[in-house]
């Protein structure tokens, strides 16, 4: 999925469930900064010498003039500590965790699955820790993954020919964007299926997996669904002891509506389609100002600055000026919680399940 539902589709379901609109914006803002968050490594102060935060990135941008894509993208470590426990998180084949794992192997487990078992669990364990000082932002994170893995279905965050993409058809794009896929990209992912997968208007598409298996996907009700879950597990944590309602009816058709005829391949134009409907009043919470996500997630106006005072995408200095502020501030609770959300997931989540992945030294 892209910004439009990351960030937009995220506000919505947050103001419709009840959370004030500066919980919202937090909800939302760390959904959509999993997929922004590039930058990592240990950064100091030149004023407290010997004061460190040592922060993690949650994807890769293959923009990055500062990283050699090509070796990440082949590293297995690599990969299973960014796009495995945020991007594609294992489906165990869509079994429960007392259904055991006789007959599986390893790749058969770590295909990401449609609002499996282990995903989940993966709320569940979020909604236990609401208590949290930084529970907002991994709501938002978990969030996140937890949409994923609609989008993400029938694809692994491992470089893999099981993720070989070919044969695409559809008949909602042009001529353009439907022929065939990328093989420069390795099959990492969904890369060889280009956006087909995070094009929430796609009423059915289909490709040919790396199995030589024909695949029909559809996007616009497989999004929907992905909604309402999560309206339901954002309920979950918001006011856990009662029972999950239903959207209302006329917010359920705006959300659906949306999905289907926002059209453009262009996801900044989809969200700005969203924040518009936002400022008109086209859901139940009434008509207000969106909030603003910056491009990217940098710059002026983004919780980085506001925590660092660089505008930089990509992190070419890392030393900057501390403040008291710093302890509390939106960037260090949102990179606090990607922390917590990972060593949970490659930890204790995954190892349940007996899918082993590693960190990095």
Known sequence: MNIDFHHGVIYVLARLTGFEPNHANIIAYSSQYVDDACNKGVITFSNEPHARYY???SSQNLNNPLEDVKTYTQDDVFNQHIWVPFHFLPGNAGRKLAEGDEGLTFLDKI????????????????????DDKYSLYRLGITMHVYADTWAHQGFAGINDPMNDVTDINTNNLDDLLTNATNKALPPLGHGRALHFPDYPFLEKWSYTNGSGQQVTRKNHSEFLDAAINIFRALQLFLKPNEQPRDLLPQDLSQISLMLSATTSPNENERHQAWLNDIRNGAFSFGPEEPPFYPPNGKGIGSWKYAALKTADIWDTCFEFTFDKSFLTCDWKMFHDALQAHRFYVLHDLLPQYGILCCLPD
């Open 111 to 130: 295909i990401c699955k449609p609002n499996s078992p282990v995903a989940q669990d993966l709320v569940a364990e979020c909604l236990k820790r609401k």
């Open 55 to 57: 922060r993690i990135n």
